[in-house]
Antibody
Framework: EVQLVESGGGLVQPGGSLRLSCEVS????????MDWVRQAPGKGLEWVGR??????????EYAASVKGRFTISRDDSKKSVYLQMNSLKIEDTAVYYC?????????WGQGTLVTVSS | DIVMTQSPDSLAVSLGERATINCRSS????????????LSWYQQKAGQPPKLLIY???TRESGVPDRFSGSGSGTDFTLTISSLQAEDVAVYYC?????????FGQGTKLEIK
């Protein structure tokens, strides 16, 4: 069974940093694209970024709203994907979800809440 | 970026009746290599993560009731709930995964009339 568990959310001041983790089980991480998607309170879903699989050299892609501030990485040996968030803004406040792609179908974690506030 | 536009924004349907939600992409999302459209439908209930209902525009995810179906091709897609149940009250989103950024529609709120 595919499982994704996010952690690392919390309260951070504007301009601060936070690192989210996504621990996976039930599949071989190196074979799959992994995304981060966020949802601000009461709002819709926003794709944040992606790390491609090993065959595609783990290439990363980002939404324009986070490019240059957020970095996605992965450690296949630890079965984990990470989202390093720097220079955080109030508008980055959201639940952040980890998503695994498997042949066109996406599996989602439960999410972790990030609150950016002074 | 590919823009995904859902209609309507909200919808009220009687129990047992059909509910239809539309999603339009600003450009084609057809994968020639797979001969399929890269479109998913999700259901999100309050306080829960999105749940995958449909992928490749018309493939139902395992465990999803068969009253949910997806159709369409090219740039116009539809999610149909054939007989609305009380537990179907939720917000529904489409997402294209043809190209990054993998954009979502704005969501359609489905309620009971």
């Amino acid at each position: 069974e595919v499982q994704l568990v996010e952690s690392g959310g919390g309260l951070v001041q504007p301009g601060g940093s936070l690192r989210l983790s996504c621990e996976v089980s039930g599949f071989t991480l190196s074979d799959h694209y992994m995304d981060w998607v966020r949802q601000a309170p009461g709002k819709g879903l926003e794709w944040v970024g992606r790390t491609k699989n090993k065959v595609n050299s783990y290439i990363t892609e980002y939404a324009a709203s986070v490019k240059g501030r957020f970095t996605i990485s992965r450690d296949d040996s630890k079965k984990s994907v990470y989202l390093q968030m720097n220079s955080l803004k109030i508008e980055d406040t959201a639940v952040y979800y980890c998503v695994c792609w498997r042949s066109g179908a996406a599996s989602w974690g439960q999410g972790t809440l990030v609150t950016v506030s002074s | 970026d590919i823009v995904m536009t859902q209609s309507p924004d909200s919808l009220a349907v009687s129990l047992g009746e059909r509910a239809t939600i539309n999603c339009r992409s600003s450009q084609t999302i057809f994968f020639r290599s797979y001969n399929k459209d890269g479109l998913s439908w999700y259901q999100q209930k309050a306080g829960q993560p999105p749940k995958l209902l449909i992928y490749w525009a018309s493939t139902r995810e395992s465990g999803v009731p068969d009253r949910f179906s997806g159709s369409g091709s090219g740039t116009d897609f539809t999610l149909t709930i054939s007989s609305l149940q009380a537990e179907d009250v939720a917000v529904y989103y489409c997402q294209q995964y043809y190209s990054s950024p993998c954009t979502f529609g704005q969501g359609t709120k489905l309620e009971i009339k």
